[in-house]
């Protein structure tokens, strides 16, 4: 039952940063959908992650060469999925208040993936492959 409450929470969260990301985009007084180009920054983000995990049979060890280049390339799409909004906003594409929005959107979402690891991520009874 941990595991739905779990998943039912994280699923609130993703709706919730994705209602910031839509709000930055149509709100009237911004009305630009340059920001959903964030879209492929949340599909990429788990992607080196779950591949990195197929690939190494022991992830509790204390240094791993892939596990590593994971987090590394991870951390890069996460960390570019907060800079475009803030180029787009210096260059004049999008308002600052639709930056915020969308920020505050990102910030709710990679929040939401990050949960999703931690609780379904482990190799214990509520694993993510039960699902």
């Known amino acids: 039952m941990a595991g739905i409450k779990a998943l039912l929470s994280l699923s609130f969260g993703g709706a919730i940063g994705l209602m910031f990301l839509m709000l930055g985009c149509a709100l009237p007084e911004y009305n630009a959908y340059w920001p959903l180009f964030l879209l492929f920054f949340y599909i990429l983000s788990p992607i080196p992650y779950c591949i990195s995990r197929r690939m190494v049979d022991d992830t509790d060890s204390a240094s791993n060469a892939c596990i590593e280049l994971a987090v590394f390339l991870t951390t890069g799409i996460v960390v ?7 180029i787009f906003a210096r260059a004049g594409v999008i308002a600052w208040g639709a930056c915020g929005l969308v920020l505050t959107g990102n910030i709710v979402i990679f929040g939401t993936i990050l949960g999703f690891f931690l609780v379904f991520g482990s190799n214990d009874e509520f694993s993510w492959q039960q699902w």
Do not use: R, V
């Open 80 to 86: 570019s999925a907060f800079g475009l909004p803030i």
